[in-house]
């Protein structure tokens, strides 16, 4: 067996082709257009992942002043842009949101 129930050629080939050709995957055809399509789908798709991820991760790592060992969770945020910057950054970078 193969992906979603259907025969590889490989393994039609071994098995006997005559025999198992209705097994076979057919080829995938579609458009360019349609294809356009899909592609703008899955990178709205994967961009709207991301921004929500991303305002998960900020959200979880909020607090509202730095950390004392051992109690409360976050980064300690200072709310402060100029300050906050590199930190911020290593998130954005690790998920752009564009």
């Known amino acids: 067996m193969h992906r979603f129930g259907k025969l590889g050629t490989k393994n039609a080939i071994e098995l006997g082709l005559s025999n198992h050709k209705q097994f076979i995957e057919k ?42 060992t051992g109690r409360g969770k976050g980064i300690g945020w200072t709310w402060n842009k100029a300050k906050d910057r590199k930190t911020y950054n290593l998130y954005y970078k690790f998920l752009p949101l564009s």
């Open 27 to 68: 080829p995938l055809k579609i458009k360019a257009s349609d294809a356009a399509s899909i592609a703008d789908l899955l990178i709205t798709l994967v961009k709207s992942l991301n921004n929500e991820i991303f305002r998960f991760i900020l959200e979880r790592s909020a607090t509202g002043a730095e950390l004392d």
